[in-house]
């Protein structure tokens, strides 16, 4: 629902309170302000011009040079290429300086060697939708009424200068759909009354029920219809600011006749329509439920088979409405339409709602009458409305309505007490307190000691029960105002388990390496199923599977992470990294619930980095996601329990896969897809990783620990062993660490080689070696004596010799 706020301001005195201050007070009551649109902030020098003179310009046939006067002395010439410009016209100039919507500067320029000053605009360019733009002008500029002022704002003239605050409305709060129900909720915030604008009119001596007669057959849906008759209305463009306040709500402005019901639909909440009286057909009007195979014509001009589940207007014959969605084309308002059957009525929300999905139809009356209307504004809407024609439209009220009436509204009584209010909120509200937010809520009560009668009014048929009323008197005292207290009892107020805590950590580390979150399917099928496991189980089927595609619980997460990538690459998005934190399923045997197990897998293929103006690419390889992951299990503290060793797994390349040791306990693998695999997904160089979530993040780590920055310094050494290729350098690695002692406090690889310096069959690889005794300085003697140990391992377990 938009709202305007000046309009809204002829209804309750809103004082000196701004539209963000509004907003946010009708936030924290309960519904939500999704935003305030102010198009004038935006927009400076906007002001009206008289077109005084306009000619061809010279020299291009489309455009226009016009003399316009902008009421400061001597008139401008502007360029104009608008095909409706025409000498005599108000409209709207933006001068030099100006400024429009889209960060628009408007400024003296040359078009075609003619000198133009400023800009004659359209309503488009003022920043309204073309959908809300009346038709006459969608093509062109907007003409002003002949009495504007030259000189004068245009935003003002334009209601501009207003502030639209959009409700979000839920579907119980259907009776802010109105300004009326809208004014009534800003009253009880703010704590002042409504004024309700009045309807007055001179009625003609002629009888409406001399011209019409009304007849219900389908009561049950229809239990309530009332029908006016105006005649020598004269049909033509509404006033500007009746045309304003339409399409500052989203409604494109037709004609005064149908601006004026749509005006009203939007003040009371209440939809009409209006027939052409002439064009109706006959005298009466028939409401029942079409016929199988009846055809109407609605005013958007599609044809629409009709069925007996939908509602129609009939002239006793054949279908002119479809009732509380849209009119009929046969009996449509035209120019020279010069007498009004203006009707409203009471339709049932379940007969419109199914029309209505029908037919593809959501109109702004059917929206309301789904959600329901009041039914004591159906008259008010109607007298509203007949005043409003003989206003603006020169139309004659005949005197009387013809009415249908068994429409039944019980009145809702509603009993607290005070005692359950305190409770139900936890405040400690007086009764005097109760009945101050009654009164501005404007409903009737009835005080007992400290039982309190509330009767509903009829606008608010969404309160029906004690906690409706509870609700509502939160609202109004201020949720802000509610006490806040803890939970008591035995346990404590609730955080985040040390599983939880590591499982965040998982994802951080992983969302800091530029790897995105992907949540994939717990299905797929009995072909992707086996892909993959870490863990070899029979699949578990489910009973009545949506497909086959989703018919076994996965054993692994990489296959819908493939299918993922897959996505991406056929969209040409080539670099992609993704992770995704979920469970896999085991079987415990038929008839028992499957073990759930928490695993962690990943799939990155494409640049890893990508920086242009450094001329640098990183493309993904294996040791790009065996980094992201030792970073993981440095972070997890788990980085001296992991190893890594050559792996096999099926759909895996086996030279680039390694399983992955906790405690010498397999919680994993990473590696590269097998080319076969990748052309069975459509990728290619995707890598990727699957981990045992649980036995990670349940392993105990000892606490962390610092030490201070080492007095004294380290000595390295750098060996370079031939080994045979089969010698992987994890093997070569443990024996150092093993050998080492004390005294060693890292290895690492730096070099590995194989090429025609080295025999064949054999390997190079290169060590750096770290000595460090953080109590004293060590001895190149001390150094030497802990080397040598290490190279007489490595020559007695591996069979390396140092690299001459």
Not at 25 to 46: A, D, F, L, R, Y
Not at 721 to 726: P, R
Not at 750 to 773: H, M, P
Request: charged share 25%; glycine share 8%; aromatic share 6%.
């Amino acid at each position: 629902m938009l709202v305007s706020y000046k309009w809204l301001q002829s209804f309750v005195d809103l004082g000196n309170i701004t539209p963000e201050e509004l907003a946010e007070k009708i936030t924290k009551s309960g519904i939500e302000v999704e935003g305030i649109e102010q198009k004038s902030t935006t927009m400076k020098n906007i002001v009206v011009g008289h077109v005084l003179e306009k000619e061809t310009h010279p020299n291009a046939d489309k455009l226009n040079k016009c003399l316009v006067d902008l009421g400061e002395g001597e008139p401008v010439q502007i360029i104009c290429g608008a095909p409706n410009v025409a000498a005599g016209q108000k409209v709207v100039v933006a001068k030099p300086g100006a400024r429009l919507p889209g960060n628009i500067k408007i400024k003296k320029s040359k078009i075609r060697g003619e000198e133009s000053n400023g800009m004659i605009c359209s309503l488009q360019e003022l920043g309204f939708e073309g959908k809300v733009v009346p038709k006459d002008y969608a093509e062109g500029i907007y003409v002003l009424p002949s009495d504007a002022i030259a000189g004068s704002d245009a935003l003002e003239l334009l209601n501009l200068n207003d502030a639209i605050l959009e409700l979000g409305l839920t579907p119980n709060r259907a009776d802010c759909m109105s300004m009326y129900g809208v004014a009534y909720e800003t009253a009880a915030i703010l704590g002042k009354s409504v004024q309700i604008p009045k309807s007055n009119y001179t009625s003609s001596n002629e009888k409406t029920s001399d011209y019409i007669s009304v007849t219900v057959e389908a009561t049950a849906d229809n239990p309530l219809y009332t029908a006016k008759v105006i005649k020598n209305v004269k049909i033509g463009p509404s006033p500007l600011w009746l045309q304003t306040r339409l399409m500052n709500a989203g409604i494109r402005p037709h004609n005064n006749v149908v601006d004026i019901t749509n005006f009203i639909l939007l003040e009371y909440g209440q939809p009409l329509h209006a027939f052409d009286y002439d064009r109706f057909g006959s005298k009466e009007i028939v409401v029942r439920r079409a016929k199988v195979g009846e055809k109407l014509t609605t005013l958007d001009d599609v044809e629409r088979e009709l069925s007996s589940d939908h509602l129609v207007i009939t002239n006793g014959s054949e279908p002119v409405a479809l009732a509380g969605v849209m009119g009929g084309a046969n009996s449509e308002v035209q120019n020279d339409t010069t007498t009004i059957l203006l009707e409203s009525a009471y339709f049932t929300g379940a007969v419109v709602r199914k029309a209505s999905k029908d037919h593809g139809l959501r109109s702004e009356a059917s929206s309301r009458y789904e959600k329901g209307i009041d039914p004591k504004r159906i008259h008010l809407a109607a007298e509203r409305a007949a005043a409003l024609i003989a206003e603006l439209a020169g139309g004659e009220v005949l005197d009387g309505l013809v009415e249908f009436d068994q429409l039944v509204t019980e009145p809702i009584s509603i009993a607290i007490e005070l005692s359950k209010v305190n409770q139900f909120l936890g405040t400690e509200l007086s009764l005097d307190d109760v009945a101050s937010i009654l009164q501005r809520l404007q409903f009737p009560y009835q005080l007992d000691g400290e039982k309190i009668s509330v009767s509903i009014p009829t606008r608010r048929w969404d309160l029906q029960i004690a906690e409706d009323m509870y609700e509502e008197i939160a609202r109004i005292y201020g949720y802000d105002n509610l006490p806040t207290t803890l939970p008591k009892g035995e346990q404590t107020a609730g955080g985040l388990t040390a599983y939880q805590k590591k499982r965040r950590i998982v994802r951080e580390v992983l969302e800091g390496a530029g790897v995105n979150q992907a949540i994939t399917y717990s299905l797929t099928s009995k072909e992707k199923v086996s892909q993959f496991a870490l863990t070899k189980a029979e699949p578990v089927e489910l009973a009545m599977p949506m497909s086959e595609e989703h018919g076994v619980l996965r054993l692994s997460l990489i296959p819908h992470l493939l299918d993922a990538v897959s996505y991406n690459r056929a969209r040409k998005n080539e670099n992609v990294s993704l992770f995704e934190i979920g469970s896999v399923f085991l079987s415990n045997g038929a008839g028992v619930l499957p073990k759930e197990s928490e695993h962690l897998a990943g799939a990155l293929t494409g640049l890893y980095i990508n920086h242009p103006w450094q001329a640098q690419k990183v493309v993904v390889d294996f040791y790009t996601v065996k980094g992201i992951l030792e970073q993981l299990f440095k972070k997890l503290q788990l980085d001296t329990m992991i190893r890594y060793e050559k792996a096999e797994y099926e759909g895996m390349h086996p030279g680039q896969t390694a399983n992955i040791l906790l405690n010498d306990q397999v919680v994993g693998y990473v590696g590269k897809i097998h080319p076969s695999v990748e052309k069975q997904y459509d990728v290619k160089n995707v890598y990727v990783f699957e981990l045992m979530l649980d036995e990670l993040l349940h392993t105990n780590v000892p606490p962390l620990a610092y030490t201070m920055i080492p007095r004294f310094p380290s000595m390295t050494r750098d060996i370079a062993l031939i080994v045979e290729n089969g010698t992987t350098a994890g093997e070569l690695e443990e024996i150092i660490r093993t050998a080492g002692g004390k005294l060693l406090k890292e290895a690492k690889v730096f070099d590995v080689y194989e090429g025609d310096k080295v025999e064949a069959g054999k390997k190079s690889v290169a060590f750096t070696l770290t000595y460090f005794d953080p109590s004293r300085t060590l001895t190149d003697e001390e150094v030497g004596k802990a080397h040598e140990k290490i190279l007489t391992a490595l020559k007695d377990r591996a069979r390396a010799e140092l690299r001459q």
